[in-house]
Nanobody, 116 residues
Framework: QVQLVETGGGLVQPGGSLRLSCAAT????????MGWYRQAPGKQRELVAS??????NYADSVKGRFTISRDNAKNTVYLQMNSLKPEDTAVYYC?????WGLGDYWGQGTQVTVSS
């Protein structure tokens, strides 16, 4: 089993920055894919960014503004969000996915609100 706990959400003005953290505990491996998803009201959950063995993947809408990183020693993944826009407002979820369908885990979510 894996447990994920997100921190770092909040209210920020347009153009501002936030840093989300997700600490994983349990059976975590450095080869697991870790990522961030978000879900805005009335919309489907969408991938924001993911990282696996140094390979990074970003949604087009956040490229150049968001940066995902991972500290394997701490089993923690980060999402640095810069130049935030109102359309970035959503609940952000941390995800850990194991290879070969051996597990897919979610955090409880953290609210990010971009508003003046």
């Amino acid at each position: 089993q894996v447990q994920l706990v997100e921190t770092g959400g909040g209210l920020v003005q347009p153009g501002g920055s936030l840093r989300l953290s997700c600490a994983a505990t349990g059976r975590v491996s450095s080869i697991d894919t870790m990522g961030w998803y978000r879900q805005a009201p009335g919309k489907q959950r969408e991938l924001v960014a993911s990282i696996r063995l140094g390979n990074l993947n970003y949604a087009d809408s956040v490229k150049g503004r968001f940066t995902i990183s991972r500290d394997n020693a701490k089993n923690t993944v980060y999402l640095q969000m810069n130049s935030l826009k109102p359309e970035d407002t959503a609940v952000y979820y941390c995800n850990l996915r194991k290879d070969w369908g051996l597990g897919d885990y979610w955090g409880q979510g953290t609210q990010v609100t971009v508003s003046s």
